[in-house]
C-alpha cells in the first residue's frame, strides 16, 4: 500500500535522515510529545494502545511506503499509541516542524497524507463493522489474509507460496474484536484444514485462496 510518489518520497529524504531499528524497538510512544514522523522503506512495525486495566489492543500494523505520527506532528497533540518494530526496521526520520512545512509548501505531498490517513479510517471504519456482523472465524480468517497480502513475507521453507505473518495468538485476539481462546480455537481448526501453520510468535498462511473462503462465509 504506497500512497507517496518518488517525487515525494524525495522531498522528505532529503528533509531529514534515516535511521533504523532492531526488533522490539519502540519507533514512538504513547503520550509523549511528537518531535517527528517516520516514513517506513523496510520492515514491519506494531501500533499499539494501553487501557487503563493493563490490557493491549493491537490497533494496526504498517510497513514499507506509510507514514507514522503525522497526526501529532500536525496538531501537537502527544501520541496517540505506541508504535513498536516487530523485526529490523528501517524508515526515514522527519522533523515535526520541517514536515509542517513540507505540507505548506507541497500541495501533492498534502493531498498524499490526507489520501494516507483517508485510507486509515476507512480501514478502521471496515474492521468495526466486521466486528459485528461476521463470525469469529471468519474475522480471524479475514484479517490473515489482510496481514498476509499487505505485510507477509514468503516462508518457501515451510511450503511453496507460504507466507509468514508476524502476528502472535493475542495480537490477533486484539486485532479481530475476539479473545485469546476464540482465536487459538481458529487457528487449531485452520490448521487441520491445512490453511495454517503457527510458530512461536507468528503464523505462517499455507492456502491464501482457502484462507479467502473462510473469511467470506
Same mark, same amino acid.
Given at each position: 500500500m504506497v500512497f507517496f510518489t518518488p517525487g515525494e518520497v524525495k522531498l522528505l529524504r532529503e528533509a531529514g535522515h534515516p535511521r533504523g531499528w532492531a526488533r522490539g524497538e519502540v519507533l514512538m510512544r504513547e503520550g509523549e510529545a511528537a518531535h517527528s514522523v517516520v +516514513?517506513?522503506?523496510d520492515g514491519l512495525v506494531k501500533v499499539t494502545v494501553d487501557s487503563a486495566n493493563g490490557y493491549t489492543s493491537l490497533l494496526a500494523l504498517r510497513g514499507p511506503g506509510e507514514l507514522l505520527g503525522e497526526f501529532s506532528s500536525i496538531d501537537g497533540?502527544?501520541? =496517540?499509541?505506541?508504535?513498536t518494530a516487530m523485526r529490523r526496521t528501517t524508515g526515514l526520520v522527519?522533523? &515535526?516542524?520541517?514536515? @509542517?512545512?513540507?505540507l505548506e509548501r507541497d500541495p501533492g505531498?498534502? +493531498?498524499s497524507v490526507l489520501r494516507s490517513v483517508v485510507g486509515r479510517i476507512r480501514d478502521s471504519d471496515g474492521l468495526r463493522a466486521e466486528q459485528g456482523a461476521r463470525t469469529t472465524r471468519a474475522r480471524v480468517a479475514g484479517l490473515l489474509v489482510k496481514l498476509a497480502v499487505r505485510y507477509g513475507s514468503a516462508a518457501p521453507e515451510t511450503l511453496p507460496g507460504?507466507?509468514?505473518?508476524?502476528?502472535?495468538q493475542h495480537e490477533l485476539a486484539a486485532a479481530s =474484536?475476539? &479473545?485469546?481462546? &476464540? @482465536? @487459538?480455537?481458529?487457528?487449531?481448526a485452520m490448521q487441520q484444514e491445512g490453511l495454517v501453520a503457527t510458530r512461536r510468535g507468528r503464523t505462517v498462511v499455507l492456502d491464501l485462496a482457502g484462507l479467502r473462503r473462510w473469511a467470506e462465509e
Open positions: +516514513l517506513l522503506t497533540r502527544p501520541r =496517540g499509541a505506541t508504535v522527519v522533523a &515535526s516542524d520541517a514536515f @509542517v512545512r513540507l505531498l498534502c +493531498l507460504a507466507v509468514t505473518v508476524q502476528v502472535n =474484536g475476539a &479473545s485469546r481462546e &476464540s @482465536v @487459538v480455537r481458529c487457528l487449531r
